[in-house]
T-cell receptor
């Protein structure tokens, strides 16, 4: 399978704990995006990378959130001191190209529940 | 600010009915427009896209035309099937904004 993969698929944590999610994009894709999706809503853009450079961050991405893509391949999204409001599906997508007009290929998501 | 507005669901139709899901957008530039679909238990996948005004995207019998004058990208299908039951998202590449999604139920 050469699609976008995300791990873990599900995560339950207690409020105040740190969590880290991983995304493995399609191998030749240079762009990688993170989104958050809550029930009944569309995906909300969080941040994106072009290769290893983080080029844009949404105002939704508070200082408790950090994303990395150290070698321009896989990426991690860490949430520190989780809050109940962080409960959501976190989606990763990748694309090949130089702008956001290219088709994005989505992973299955990581569902986070903060108790 | 930029936004994408699509008709609220759920939309329930009988098999072979005609489908329209409305989508309008606001943008500062000339974005590409997309329809993504999420089938039950699966991830988001591209259904169709259009990159400039008057372009028509099409796939699996679905069509949408990029209308700059009305800032719209309505999704249509002439004869829906039960297998089309899913959630449909309209999106613009300008600031990467998705609509809230429209859930479609097709009854046999």
């Amino acid at each position: 399978d050469t699609g976008v993969s995300q791990n873990p698929r599900h995560k339950i944590t207690k409020r105040g704990q740190n969590v880290t999610f991983r995304c493995d994009p399609i191998s030749e894709h240079n762009r990688l995006y993170w989104y958050r999706q809550t029930l009944g809503q569309g995906p909300e853009f969080l941040t994106y990378f072009q290769n290893e450079a983080q080029l844009e961050k949404s105002r939704l991405l508070s200082d408790r959130f950090s994303a990395e893509r150290p070698k321009g391949s896989f990426s991690t999204l860490e949430i520190q001191r989780t809050e109940q409001g962080d409960s959501a599906m976190y989606l990763c997508a990748s694309s090949l190209g130089s702008d956001s007009k290219e088709t994005q290929y989505f992973g299955p998501g990581t569902r986070l529940l903060v108790l | 600010g930029n936004s994408v507005t699509q008709m609220e669901g759920p939309v329930t139709l009988s098999e072979e009915a005609f489908l329209t899901i409305n989508c309008t957008y606001t943008a500062t530039g000339y974005p590409s427009l997309f329809w993504y679909v999420q089938y039950p238990g699966e991830g988001l996948q591209l259904l169709l896209k259009a990159t400039k005004a008057d372009d028509k995207g099409s796939n699996k019998g679905f069509e949408a035309t990029y209308r700059k004058e009305t800032t719209s990208f309505h999704l249509e299908k002439g004869s829906v099937q039960v297998s089309d039951s899913a959630v449909y998202f309209c999106a613009t590449s300008d600031k990467i904004i998705f609509g809230k999604g429209t859930r479609l139920h097709i009854l046999p």
